[in-house]
Structures are given as C-alpha cells and as structure tokens.
C-alpha cells in the first residue's frame, strides 16, 4: 500500500533504498552506492540472491567487447535491429536503445569497479539468429568459477543455494561453456565428469565444514562475485526485512517506504533520491497468475524463486504505476519431479535427438527444439497446457531427463524407486506407452512413424525442427543429417509429462529508459524505479538469447542508480 507523509518522524534516512537482493537490486544498489549515495538493501526472504542466484547466470549483452576479444563482429545497429524485430514494435524504441547502450557501459563498470567478470560464449546462439541483425555466438555471456570462501561462513550460509539442475552443475564445477560439451555420450565426456568428479571429492572435507561445495559457478557465481563487492563497500542486505507500503507526498513523489522485519516491527525509511523496486516477479503468486495469465497455470510449475509474490509490483501499483504484460512469463517446458518444490526445465532434452512431444490426442503440435518461450506458447495453443514428452530406450541410455542421469551412468535397474515409479512411464512397445499416458495408442503409433519417417530424411516437414541454428545447439552433432531428430525405434519406451513452466513471470510496471516507474498517463513518479521482473520486459513477449532475464535486470537497475543520483535533493523528477 501506499502512504501519505504525516507528522511521524522516519526512523532513518538514506539515499537510496532497494527492493529485492537478486541482480536487479544489487546492480542498483552497487551503483548508487558507486556514486556517493547512501543505500540501505532490504531482503523479505532469509536469503540473498532471489532468482538470478538460482539460475543459470548468463547474461545477454550485445555489443560486449569479449565479442570482439574472440573474433565475433557485433554492432549497436544490428542488436537495435535484431531487438526491434523480435520485440514486434510493441516496445518503445527509447527502452531499447538504453538498453543496448548502456551495456557496454555496464560491462566496463562490473569488470572496472566490482567483482563481476563475464565472459561471451562464442557458440551460444541468439534465440533467433536468422533474424535480421541475430548473431550465432558472443551475445550471452556467463562468470567463471568462483571460490565463495572469500564471502566468509554468515555470509556464504545465507546466499540463496541454485535451483536443483544448477546444482548439479556446481557439484562438477561445470560452467554453461563447458556443460554444452558434456551432452554428447562419448569416452571423452566421461573421463572429464570423472576427473570432475574427483575434484569435487578432494573438496569434501571441506564443503562438509562450510555446508556445502565452495566451488560456484552458474548464476550462484554471478551473484556471489556481487555480493563480494557489497563486502568491498560495507553494503550488505538487510535480510528478513520487506517493504510493505511506499510513502509519497501530495503530489505523487516517493519520499520513502515502510519497512517490516521478522518479528513484525517496522520502520519508516526516507529515501531522499528514490526507491528502486527489485523483488521480482509474482511466479508465486496462485491468485494473481490465476487473474493475469494463460489457463491452466500453477505456482508449482515455476524454476523461480519462492519468494517472488509480487509485493514489489503491488506497491508500485498502489503508488499509481501503470503495469503490462502481466499475462506473459519467461515460459519455458517443465517438468515436475518427486520431493522436488521447484519445476526442472527442459530446456536441453527438447532439442535433442529421439524425443518428441504430443498433446491428449497422442499428435504433435510444434517444433520441440525452437526457443523454448515459443514451445510453451506451442503447448497452450496446440495441447491447452501439459503435454507429453516421449522418447526411446536409446534417448534414455544417451541423454540426462530432468533429474535423471543418462543410462549408461544411471541404468532404470539403479535408478531411485520415486523416478522410475512417479517420473517415468514406461513399456516395451509404443501402444502400451499410449495407454499409460492416456492417448490413443494408433494415433501415437502414427505420430512416431511420420516423425521417424521425417527423420530419417532430416527434415521435419510439419513444424521446421532443426531448421535454425539455435534448434542444433542443443542437438547431438553425431547425428546426421538433422541433429535435433533420429528415429524412435528402440524399446522400451518411455515418456513424462511437461508443464508449461516458467523462468518468472515478466510482466509488471511500465518503466521508460531511465527506469522510471510511469503512470497510465506516460508520466513519472518522481523517486520510484523499477527494474527486473518488477518491470514489465524490455524484452516484450519474446527472448532475444540465453541472459535475456539478467541481463536487462542488471542494466535497469544500474539505470535506476544513475537516474537517482542524478537528481538533488529530494527526488525529482529528471525529464
């Protein structure tokens, strides 16, 4: 809720308050604070991180300079034209082109000033590379390994742990450059997860003292390296402290907030340059989903963060900040494992050769290996929601599903009880599987046929699969001529169901290119700001690349720190 200013006199002052401790937050707070601001960080879970900590931690930034560094030609021109034909018009030209100019004055920043190294991943493709101004490479960029002893055991026990698939990244200490390798089911990729694995052996002793592995990579790296340079700047998140109403003055300017802490006592906090809003989106937040977005929708079918209700939102709204979007998300195919709490993407299994996807009729209904906001798109138009993955005995003996290791290291005879009971369906033969999974069995049997059928000329005549570049960076390059696509033949056979699941909701307030919340009427609220999924996406209804979360919440939050600063005073309005 929002406040009216009255005689109470605040119970402290800063410059800058901060809403949320994920990469949107802290790339505000880190900046503000950069700029001789005063900045007090407030965190209503008992965790830092929020969802960037959780993820996989890349970050789309066109124009890098690691692009060049490794050979790979970007422009300003060609990522405005590249995000002006993905976004459809729909968002505003100034948005993009802060965005695309302010990164590379973002990148300098994180590698000049903070702990921050990112690195461009030549081979991860742009979602749409064929689309005029797409790259093939260089535009996700991700953090080495880091060693997270340097943030000290409090600090290091209260950072949000990764989301269960990122975990088994860190416990081999596997960057995304490095994970793209390991899919392939060769003698090489095995001796290099054994050598991991001893690795990670020889670090036991101490990841038992610590609570656990020392060695982070993924979004768990990135997040760490900025919280290490919250320890640099005596900054640190206020934790188990929300912010539950926004103070304003008559005329709509935020002087403050109110802020609640674990045993409900609260504070009144001005904030004399502005609050940015950065506890993202409302993927947890039944009622809201319920009202905004796509049916059927669960809160259970979100990889994000368990804290994300959208209070960050909510407040921005009863400020009179005008919100969009609000129906859409970071959708992508999920699948829901047993005694797991968070969805398990599928962002890697969809791609790959001998699995397809088919709705309650047993038929296909898209291209399983495009972006994957797409397939889920896909499933509520072609299978009104959940749907069916299937696939054969050699996709199984290959390839890891969800959180299921490939045959050959986790044969169905070793695999845990509650997989192969409340995960898998299973059967020798393609109609028996039909009835498992409730489809007609002769429609699934025809459905595998045309589709071996297509695959084995490599080239899926119904839906494109395997087409684009970014369709084959997740195939198999053994497989020819289509690596997205070899025929199921070998039994038994197996399926799971899939969820159109989420990364996070991506709609919220409307911001312009300073980061400023805007009213219905396209004005400003002078001191509020919003960036992350707090904020409907610069991005609109589309996913320019892997990153295309982070990188823009890290952007806008620097933005909003700059905006803030710029002002004197108590915030005003800077148009």
Same mark, same amino acid.
């Given at each position: ?38 900045? /007090? ?10 969802? =960037? ?22 422009? +300003? ?30 990148? =300098? ?29 260089? +535009? ?42 390991? /899919? ?45 340079? /919250? ?21 709509? =300017? ?47 079918? $979100? ?11 909510? /407040? ?15 959708? $992508? ?119 071996? $059928? ?30 997205c696509m070899r025929p199921l033949e070998k039994g038994p056979f197996y399926a799971i169901e899939v969820v159109p699941g989420d990364l996070g909701t991506k709609g919220g307030?409307? $911001? ?64």
């Amino acid at each position: 809720m929002s406040q009216s200013p009255t005689s109470e006199a605040w119970d402290e002052t800063v410059d800058f308050v901060v809403v949320g401790s994920g990469g949107a937050g802290l790339g505000g707070a880190l900046r503000a604070h950069d700029l001789g601001a005063s900045v /007090l960080i407030v965190e209503k879970s008992d965790r830092w991180g929020g969802s =960037t900590a959780m993820s996989g931690g890349v970050v789309w930034m066109p124009v890098n300079p690691d692009m060049g560094a490794r050979g790979i030609a970007d422009d +300003r021109e060609s990522a405005l034209t590249y995000l002006r034909e993905i976004t459809k018009g729909e968002v505003p030209e100034a948005r993009l082109q802060a965005y695309v100019d302010r990164s590379r004055e973002v990148w =300098t920043w994180l590698h000049g000033e903070t702990h921050v190294e990112l690195g461009a991943l030549d081979k991860y493709t742009d979602y749409y590379p064929e689309a005029p101004g797409g790259r093939p490479g260089g +535009r996700s960029t991700e953090c080495p390994r880091f060693d997270a002893s340097v943030l000290g055991k409090d600090n290091f026990a209260t950072l949000r742990r990764p989301h269960p698939q990122s975990q088994i990244m860190g416990k081999f200490g596997i960057t995304a450059r490095e994970a793209h390798g390991y /899919l392939v089911d060769s003698w090489a990729t095995k001796l290099r997860l054994m050598w991991r694995m001893v690795q990670f052996l020889f670090r036991r002793g101490k990841a038992k003292a610590w609570g656990r592995d020392l060695v982070l990579t993924a979004g768990n790296s990135l997040i760490a390296r900025m919280g290490r340079s /919250l320890m640099d700047r005596e900054l640190w998140p206020r934790l188990g402290w929300g912010a539950t109403a926004l103070v304003q003055a008559a005329d709509g =300017t935020v002087l403050g907030c109110v802020i609640e802490g674990p045993d409900g006592t609260t504070r009144r906090v001005q904030a004399r340059r502005g609050v940015l809003l950065a506890a993202g989106g409302f993927e947890r937040n039944q009622q809201w989903r319920t009202r905004y977005q796509k049916a059927p929708i669960q809160t259970d079918w $979100t990889a994000a963060c368990d804290a994300n209700t959208g209070i960050g939102i909510q /407040l921005g709204m009863d400020a009179g900040g005008a919100v969009q979007l609000m129906d859409e998300a970071w959708w $992508t195919p999920a699948t829901l494992v047993p005694r797991s709490e968070l969805a398990w993407v599928l962002v890697v299994e969809k791609n790959l050769p001998g699995g397809l996807f088919v709705n309650a009729e047993g038929q296909r209904f898209t291209n399983e290996a495009a972006p994957y906001i797409d397939v889920v798109n896909g499933m509520y138009a072609g299978a009104g929601g959940p749907c069916h993955m299937v696939f054969d005995a050699e996709f199984r003996q290959r390839y890891p599903v969800g959180p299921v290791a490939p045959g050959y290291a986790s044969p169905d005879a070793r695999t845990p009880r509650r997989y192969r009971e409340g995960f898998f369906k299973k059967s020798e033969t393609i109609g028996g599987l039909a009835e498992k999974i409730g489809v007609p069995p002769a429609a699934l049997q025809a459905t595998i046929e045309r589709f071996n $059928t297509m695959s084995r000329a490599g080239v899926d005549e119904d839906f494109g699969r395997g087409d684009s570049h970014s369709d084959r960076y997740y195939g198999d390059p053994r497989i020819k001529p289509n690596p997205c696509m070899r025929p199921l033949e070998k039994g038994p056979f197996y399926a799971i169901e899939v969820v159109p699941g989420d990364l996070g909701t991506k709609g919220g307030l409307v $911001t312009d290119a300073q980061a400023r919340v805007l009213r219905e009427d396209g004005t400003a609220i002078p001191g509020l700001f919003a960036a992350g999924n707090c904020s409907a996406a610069v991005m609109g209804r589309s996913y320019p690349g892997a990153g295309g979360t982070i990188g823009p919440a890290i952007v806008f939050g620097y933005v909003a720190a700059e905006t803030a600063c710029a002002t004197q005073g108590s915030a005003v309005d800077v148009s």
